[in-house]
């Protein structure tokens, strides 16, 4: 299990300014790899009204399961490694564990487990690089018939975070194209949809 506070600033990219970051930061398809993220939320949305993100990541070599909470800054994000047949059984029935660290954050927050179910999914294809300032992740992201790219830097510090965000976008030539997380661009995307 870990706790911990994210701080991170994003900007949506076109193809061509996608391409062009790859390009700057010498990146190649062996950079890159697959995560999957499920979303849940209760039909009443109960976690959707107070902000919070919950997930369960499938990634190459492991998955875990993430609860994000607002902050005054940031994200607290609390984490819990999951087996892979763990994280198949809640995303394929919505049975999550009664243990660990995102279940007890769960019952504090008055949600119960039982309430929630999958309400959708978003495959991302990632690269992530470590620089001076943060770390980078580029990212192609598909969901609901929708295909985007975004860039993101996640730092230690809001404020000297926040400058250096904006100094790499001028490296870059990029203009800052603020966006809904992912859980919000996949959400908006289904009521397109539906």
């Avoid at 959707?48 to 070599?61: C, Q, S, W, Y």
């Avoid at 504090?108 to 309430?115: A, E, H, R, V």
């Avoid at 000297?160 to 870059?172: E, Q």
Wanted: charged content about 30%.
């Amino acid at each position: 299990m870990s706790e911990n506070l994210e701080i991170e600033f994003k900007t949506l990219l076109s193809k061509k300014e996608f391409s062009h970051t790859v390009d700057y930061f010498q990146l190649n398809e062996n950079h890159f790899f697959t995560q999957v993220n499920h979303y849940f939320d209760s039909d009443d949305f109960q976690l959707k009204k107070r902000k919070i993100g919950l997930r369960v990541r499938i990634l190459p070599n492991n998955a875990e399961i993430t609860l994000k909470i607002p902050e005054k800054v940031g994200l607290l994000e609390i984490n819990d490694a999951l087996s892979f047949e763990e994280a198949q059984t809640i995303v394929q029935s919505a049975t999550f564990p009664d243990h660990g660290n995102v279940y007890k954050k769960l019952l504090t927050l008055g949600i119960n487990k039982d309430d929630l179910r999958l309400i959708g999914s978003l495959t991302t294809k990632r690269a992530e690089k470590k620089l001076p300032q943060g770390l980078l992740a580029l990212d192609e992201s598909w969901y609901n018939e929708q295909h985007d790219f975004e860039l993101e830097l996640e730092v230690d510090d809001a404020a000297v975070g926040r400058k250096n965000f904006l100094s790499l976008l001028n490296t870059l030539n990029l203009k800052e194209c603020p966006s809904p997380n992912k859980i919000q661009r996949m959400m908006l995307s289904s009521k397109k949809k539906n």
